[in-house]
């Protein structure tokens, strides 16, 4: 999970410091505003199309496509200034980068939920929160050297491999903890058949604060 979080933290601040410093440059301040609004606008309906999918979806499969999607927007975002042009590829980096941070934030903290209990909660949010906090220091340090090296569109591309890298991890991490997060196992017919009744009559009972918990965090990560 501290890893998880720590590639996480890295795109967080490459596109931002990316779609910022490129929209200033083609549009100045002046419009800062107006590409705030949007992002108000898109972050809650991003909010609400996650929760949509993870109706009908697994819950694994459901961070999974997050973290595709995150990647594949960066690299959206970098094409964009190549076939658009800088001027106009970047009237969406702001929304995008506020559309990120919000997903980014619902499918780690989302995930920390699922395997963790309330003790091993208090004891490791503060350890798995730092791991972003460390990301983002050590990208924020290196970005000048970094800008100097590939220059600052090319800090989306290293943004989605960043998240196509924590996409890994998190396929791993789940394929690991499938039983904790809710998918189905395969196991064998003979002991499969009463293990689902028993795992469907768990399901069928399970307490309904849990999902209201979780459709309730979806919903503050999005307004946040």
């Known amino acids: 999970m501290f890893a998880h979080a720590f590639l996480g933290g890295i795109p967080l601040t490459l596109t931002t410091m990316a779609g910022s410093a490129l929209f200033l440059e083609q549009h100045g301040a002046v419009l800062l505003p107006w590409a705030y609004l949007a992002a108000a606008a898109a972050v809650p309906a991003a909010g609400w199309l996650c929760l949509r999918i993870q109706d009908r979806v697994a819950f694994d499969r459901f961070l999974l496509a997050v973290l595709a999607l995150l990647s594949l927007g960066d690299v959206a975002s970098w094409a964009g200034l190549r076939l658009l042009g800088v001027e106009r590829g970047t009237w969406g980096l702001p929304v995008w980068t506020e559309v990120q941070y919000s997903l980014t934030a619902l499918q780690l903290w989302s995930l920390a939920g699922r395997l963790l209990n309330v003790q091993q ?6 350890v798995i929160g730092s791991g972003a906090l460390l990301s983002a220091g050590i990208t924020g ?14 800090l989306l591309l290293i943004s989605a491999s960043a ?14 903890e499938r039983g904790r997060l809710g998918a189905d196992l395969a196991m064998p017919e003979s002991k499969g ?9 768990k399901a069928d009972s ?3 604060e849990l999902i209201s918990y979780e459709r309730a965090m979806y919903a503050l990560m999005a307004l946040a």
């Not at 340090?141 to 090319?154: M, Y």
């Not at 058949?193 to 009559?201: D, F, N, V």
């Open 163 to 176: 998240s196509f890298v924590s996409l890994i991890l998190l396929r791993r991490l789940c394929a690991r």
């Open 141 to 154: 340090l290196a970005s000048p050297l970094i800008v100097h090296w590939v220059g600052t569109e090319q």
């Open 121 to 126: 909660a208090k004891r490791l949010y503060g």
């Open 193 to 201: 058949r009463s293990k689902r009744k028993a795992r469907k009559r």
């Open 206 to 208: 399970a307490p309904r």
